[in-house]
């Protein structure tokens, strides 16, 4: 009796202190949030040459880019196999990371999108921005929806064979697929994570869902793989980009709960500067990037 007795007293002793212990790691996680890689989205500075971009990304201290490997971006597509080596050479050279590749990618039976993600993929890319479906608005959305369903799961296998994950970035506007993400939502339920998800941007879902945006970041975690961060106002009934922290876009965002939903990067885009210039805009990135790690904490 008593052999039983001490027994059990071990095992729920045992117990207690394994849920004390298990207990105590939830508020080091809640005390210690993640730590997501920050990439710059660089299309206002892809005249740079690869070296020159990469070790202007390196002293401003973000962790990789958003490259543009697309039509009109740094790499077209048809110069792929030539210089996306180059460029992921200057970028681990400088202990940097493709973080996201943006493309104009959307579907799998595009030969030439296929070369470039089974490059990427060779080449260590573990994910890429997809272009955007667009609606035709003189014809019925949900036939359009199924259509743009089938392509995206299409894409997705694809991913899949190559282990590559493709991110779809949610974009204010009429003819933007994901514009209000519960178009999004609907296109991505049953594809797997790893193979396709969602950049939530912050800065475009204020943009549609105005004080209902955490509805959006609700609906959409599931589906989580990116967080997208710039700012805007709005002034004359019209969008104005402008600095980080200086609109709409604040440090309210980045709780820890937030930051702890998800694996992935944060990409940081500049929009207000245009084409001002090299100077202007890595001028706009570091000041960005200092705001931002601010509120990260």
Known sequence: MKTT??????RQAALATGAAAGFQHQLVDAAHPKTHPICAFVKFLQELSHEDLAATIKRLGFNGIEGTIRPGGQITPDHVEE?????????????????????????????????????????GVKRYRMNY?????????????????????????????????????????????GSTL????????????????????????????????????????????AVYVKDFLWKNNKIENVPLGKGWVDNGFFTEERLNAFEGPISLHVEYLDHAGLKANTDALETDLATLRKWLG
Do not use: C
């Open 5 to 10: 007795n001490r027994r059990q007293f071990i």
């Open 133 to 177: 479906y667009r609606y035709d608005l003189n014809k019925p959305i949900s036939r359009q929806l199924a259509d743009f369903r089938s392509m995206a799961r299409d894409l997705a296998a694809l991913n899949k064979e190559l282990g590559i994950q493709a991110i779809y970035q949610n974009h204010a506007g009429a003819r933007y697929l």
């Open 182 to 225: 519960w178009d999004l939502s609907y296109l991505m339920r049953g594809i797997p994570v790893d193979q396709m998800a969602v950049g939530f941007d912050v800065r475009h879902a204020k943009v549609e869902g105005g004080m209902s945006w955490p509805i959006y970041w609700n609906m959409i975690q599931p589906h989580l793989g």
């Open 83 to 123: 210089e996306l080596p180059k460029l992921m050479a200057a970028l681990k050279k400088h202990e940097l990371e493709m973080t996201i590749m943006a493309s104009g990618i959307n579907r799998a039976d595009d030969p030439l999108s296929v070369k470039t993600l089974q490059i990427a993929s060779k080449l």
